[in-house]
């Protein structure tokens, strides 16, 4: 489940990136990898957490699986796709 997350993620990422291409908006590709990071790094870890039983005990090693997959192969596929667009469209654009 978290990798499909992590890949709808990449996809929406990529898709705004040509928008904002389309749109010309000159900052528009560094806020939305800041969005990207600050997603992985602290919102989606926490929604997919699991809640504490009712009985008081917990092990910790779920979440922590949890938040370690976020941030590392999250902010992988966040800076691949970043550098994956930025190559594309710097082959596109025309030589002086």
Known sequence: MILLVILL????QYRLYRVTDRMGYPFGKELIFLCVFIGHVFIFPRIFIPKPSGDGGMCLMPAMAITLGFWVIGLIAAYATHILHYFRH???RPKP
């Not at 993620?9 to 929406?12: A, L, P």
Request: glycine share 0%; hydrophobic share 55%.
């Open 9 to 12: 993620v990449s996809i929406i």
């Open 90 to 92: 710097v082959r596109k």
